[in-house]
Nanobody
């Protein structure tokens, strides 16, 4: 069973920053596209960002709602994909999940509130 593990969530004020981490097995971070998604209370899960596998040049993609504020990156040596989130707003409040292929983590809660 492949397991992904998110961490780094928490409570932050509007305008603040958080960095989420997704720890994966080594073969996942090396060979698969990895995505971040989020699900806000009462809403459907939505895609946030993708980083292509290294053989896909590691190209990154972002949802319009986070473009210019979030940055996805990969550290193969640490088996980790990061989501740096800046200028957080209340609408960013959600459980954030990382995903590769059909594998999902358990999620980490991000709450943006004054």
């Amino acid at each position: 069973q492949v397991q992904l593990a998110e961490s780094g969530g928490g409570l932050v004020q509007p305008g603040g920053s958080l960095r989420l981490s997704c720890l994966t097995p080594n073969f996942v971070v090396r060979e698969y596209d990895i995505r971040w998604h989020r699900q806000a209370p009462g809403k459907e899960r939505e895609w946030v960002s993708t980083i292509r596998r290294p053989t896909g040049v590691g190209t990154t993609y972002y949802a319009d709602s986070v473009k210019g504020r979030f940055v996805i990156s990969r550290d193969i040596d640490k088996n980790t994909v990061y989501l740096q989130m800046n200028n957080l707003q209340p609408d960013d409040t959600a459980v954030y999940y990382c995903n590769a292929y059909t594998w999902w983590g358990q999620g980490t809660q991000v709450t943006v509130s004054a």
